[in-house]
Structures are given as C-alpha cells and as structure tokens.
C-alpha cells in the first residue's frame, strides 16, 4: 500500500509531492497549517519515536515524533510511549503528563504498513495492539494536547488520557472500516461510552472523521484552545494545566483520577463506594492535614505528597 493511498483510507485529504516538514494539507480548511515539530531539550536521546522535556517543575511533556509519517503509530513507538510514561509515573518530580504531536497530526493512525501483511494466528498468538492498554495503568494524570489529525490509533491514544485539549485544527475519527477492519484499541468501547451506542455505531460504521467543535460539543474533549496570533497554544495550555494540577497533593489527584475512572466503567453504586473509600483514606494522609490546616489559617497549603 502506497503512502497516498493509506492516507486516503485514513480520510486524511494529501496532495502528496513530499512529505517534508514544509507539505500541506489539500483541505481548504487546513491549507495554511504547515507541519512543524516543536524544538526542544530532551533528557531522552535514546528515544527514536519521542521528544521528552520538561517545560514546567512537575510537567512531563512527551511529543510523538515521526513526522514523515505523520506520527502514525507503530510497535515501536508504542514500546516507548509506554517506558516514557512508566518512567514518569515512577518520578517523584512528576505530578502531572502531557502527550502531544505536532500542529499537523496528534497522530494519524496505526501504521498501516506494519499492519497489512499480518495474518489471524500472529495477531491472536502475539496479542498485537494488547499493549496499547498500558497507558491505562498509569496512576498519574494525562492530558492529551491535540492539533491537527488524531485518527484511529491517534483518536484511540487521545481516548485513553484523562483530559483531552484540542485545538481548532484537531479532526477526531475512527476510519478503520474503509481498511477493511474495526478499531482495536479500544475505539468502539471508549467512544460508546462517552458519546453514545448511537453517535458511536455511525462513527464506526462509516468511517466518517469529526471536527473539534463536535467533539467539545459531545464531550470527547474538555475544550478548544484558539490560537494567538496564528500561533497554536494548545500545548501551552495543556502544560498550564499540568501545572496547576501537579501543585496539588498527588495522593489526592491520583485518588481523584481513581474515583473519575470508577465512576465511567462501573455502576453507580459501585463508583459511589470507591469514591467514600478513597475520601476517607485520605484523611491518613499528611497533605490532609496540611491542606485543611492551611485553609483554616487562610495561607496557601504546602503540600508534601505524603
């Protein structure tokens, strides 16, 4: 399968001459966004598929990073994302995770090269794409900052992180069906579950990608970030965001995400019990007894995560 032709099942719109950082999109809409990957410090060079920084005490920013091939997302890439993310859950200095892509594409998909030769007993056997549930095991808050094409595997990655930014540009989608398959990682149970049996059954069925206003509108995302300047400021945003998250108590943020979490995949009864568990625990905490004693003296609380 040719490079044009994977993108056109994607309902990516290429006017393919190259896929340099300098090609555009076809889309009248997007015509004048041009790809460019954020330069950076990292502390990660033996990441070939990610940029790591840290832009702000306490913010982890993860940046996919295949740009030739839009950040589609392969094994490879796959295996990293999921040590970087280990790696940060298990660092005392990191409160809270950004994972972006670039203004062109969060990530356009699974790479469909990789894909097109396997056959049933190496997917079943080999448990292929069972991995991309990993991110699910992180106890740290994530916030996906998206710009540009998140469509299927990059729809599903965006639908696995706890918060989800996107900018005007961003165009949501799970395009499988036109490759002859359905979602497999997690597309048609996540999307169900946020915008409805309904809205879910027309998105898988007919491959239809949709904007960042329908998915603010749904609730697939919690806002659009709008530009200043022509400048993108989702990213910038997503890291404000972290940042205010990461000066509370990560106890009590990890114990928020656990009872949030609770409450989308279990009964009411059930997610109500989780949350009066994890509300009383707290109380055995240090930053508990800090955070009520500073909100009595009326100073800002200290908190020691602990």
């Known amino acids: 399968m040719s490079v044009k032709s994977s993108f056109s099942a994607l309902n990516i719109p290429l006017r393919v001459s190259s896929l340099s ?3 555009r999109l076809s889309s009248p809409s997007l015509s004048r966004l041009t790809f ?3 330069s950076m410090t990292t502390g990660s060079s ?4 990610l940029l790591i920084s840290t832009p702000h005490s306490g913010v982890e920013l993860i940046t996919l990073n295949r740009p030739k091939a839009l950040n589609a997302l392969n094994s490879a890439l796959f295996v990293e994302l999921n040590e970087a993310l280990k790696k940060a859950d298990e660092d005392a200095n990191v409160g809270a995770i950004v994972i972006t892509g670039s203004d062109r594409a969060f990530a356009a998909g699974a790479d469909i090269k990789e894909m097109k030769d396997k056959e049933y007993s190496d997917v079943y056997k080999n448990k292929f794409l069972e991995n991309w549930t990993l991110i699910s095991t992180i106890r740290k808050p994530i916030i996906a900052a998206v710009s540009g094409y998140a469509l299927g595997g990059g729809c599903e990655l965006a639908l696995m992180c706890d918060i989800i930014l996107a900018s005007p540009t961003a165009i949501f989608g799970q395009p499988e069906i036109n490759l002859g398959v359905i979602p497999g990682g997690g597309g048609t149970q996540r999307l169900a579950r946020i915008v409805g049996k309904s809205r ?8 239809r990608n949709f ?7 749904w609730g697939v995302v919690s806002r659009i970030v709008e530009p200043v ?7 910038d945003e997503a890291v404000e965001m972290g940042k205010l998250i990461a000066s509370k108590g990560q106890i009590s943020v ?7 979490n609770a409450a989308y995949e279990s009964t009411l009864t059930e997610g109500l019990k989780v949350e009066r568990r994890l509300f009383h625990g707290l109380f055995a905490t240090k930053d508990q007894k800090e955070g009520m004693t500073a909100f ?6 200290n908190f020691t995560h602990q």
Do not use: D, F, I
């Not at 879910?200 to 491959?207: F, I, R």
């Not at 904007?211 to 509108?217: H, I, L």
């Not at 990890?254 to 949030?260: D, S, T």
């Open 296 to 301: 009595a003296e009326k100073r800002q609380p």
């Open 254 to 260: 990890q114990a928020g995400k656990e009872a949030v």
């Open 200 to 207: 879910a059954m027309e998105l898988t069925l007919t491959g």
């Open 36 to 38: 460019t990957v954020r």
């Open 46 to 49: 033996h990441y070939e598929n």
């Open 211 to 217: 904007s960042a206003v329908e998915a603010e509108r």
């Open 229 to 235: 300047e022509g400048k993108q400021k989702v990213v």
């Open 21 to 23: 950082t300098k090609s």
